[in-house]
């Protein structure tokens, strides 16, 4: 019999969900992926609760219907925070969602001063109240939710440079606090982590989720019994990301973008499925 190699869906606003899909796919390298980017619902950080939990459900119900997946993975902050109870109660699929990383953060910090940057819905929900008191209590937090950061990660992707001097002057706060370790609680802001650095030069350390999230995807395959085939990328057929969907328009440079992240896409969809 052939081998089955896995196939995992993954969500996001936007591209930012592309920084946990390559990590998934460094560390799954015989998993098939499907992208699915609700673009045009971009930025979740703006929008009401409801609407981000009924578009999260619908367009993901919708793509499963054309492309069936073992594990589905929320790479957003944002919609992770209030969408995966409702979707956990509509499907059998496992689904993993993704937190800011304040605990290895609070593990890695020496001066016990702790940068967050994340949405500004992100960093309003009553959860990080709870994940700081929990795992950071003796530390200062600093939060940083600037609405302009997951805007210039889209923009990366369409060919427009980001400008060093107003990252500089958003980042700013993080600098005059003199913090040494910086969580990136967004998935697009992996994109930006070259001017981030530039920005606060002397962060030691820049915590994200992307490892940790392809942790838990590899633990659900090997529920199902599928982590030996999701670890052999011999055999994969074609290229490892089947489909990227978008709701909206595809970013311009999405092939070049793809490529520099190890993913080319066989399929970019835009407008994708059309949700009303
Ligand atoms: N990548 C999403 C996150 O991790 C972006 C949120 C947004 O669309 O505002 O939160």
Known sequence: MGERHPRVLVFDSGVGGFSVAACIHRALPGAK???LADNAGFPYGDQPEQVVIDRCCTLIEQCLQQESCDVIVIACNTASTVVLPHLR???EIPVVGVVPAIKPASSYSVNRKIGLLATPATIKRAYLDELIRDFAGDCEVARLGDP???R???ELVSGRELEQALLDEVMLPLHQRG???VVLGCTHYPLLLPWLRKSLPDVVFWVESGEAIARRVAH???QVGLLAEAKNPEGVSGAVL???CFTGPAPADIARFLDGMGIPAAEVK???PSLK
């Open 89 to 91: 109660a509509k499907t």
């Open 179 to 181: 913090v040494d370790t």
């Open 270 to 272: 835009s407008r994708w």
């Open 33 to 35: 992926l499907v992208y």
């Open 148 to 150: 302009n950061l997951v």
């Open 220 to 222: 659900w395959l090997e």
């Open 242 to 244: 089947i489909a990227a």
């Open 152 to 154: 210039w990660a889209e």
